[in-house]
């Protein structure tokens, strides 16, 4: 067995990128890999005045976390993430509503 290869056979090389979305015209939007949270969960679960006892292993609950802020947060996002966000999403809080139990 070779370097490229292991028990289930060729080994390929990860991609550098992943395709977000492609446009009908073939433009496509991509995100380097491998992805980087560049977002402190705990600073955000403290500004929206959440329990220290969430659990923050489980993925999801992080997710709706960050959307929950972004969504409050929307109008000043260029300027806390001035590397991600160029422009002013809007003016005032974006609504959120969430289901589940």
Do not use: C
Not at 79 to 91: L, S
């Amino acid at each position: 067995m070779s370097l490229k290869e292991d028990a289930a056979g060729p080994v390929t090389p990860t991609p550098n990128k992943a395709v977000l979305y492609q446009e009908v015209d073939g433009e496509k939007y991509e995100v380097n890999l491998p992805l980087t949270s560049l977002v402190d969960i705990k600073k955000m679960m403290s500004e929206l005045g959440l329990p220290s006892y969430i659990d923050l292993e489980y993925f999801p609950m992080r997710a709706v976390i960050a959307m929950i802020w972004a969504s409050q947060k929307a109008h000043e996002i260029h300027r806390i993430y001035p590397q991600a966000y160029d422009k002013q999403v809007g003016g005032k809080p974006l609504p959120a509503l969430l289901f589940g139990g």
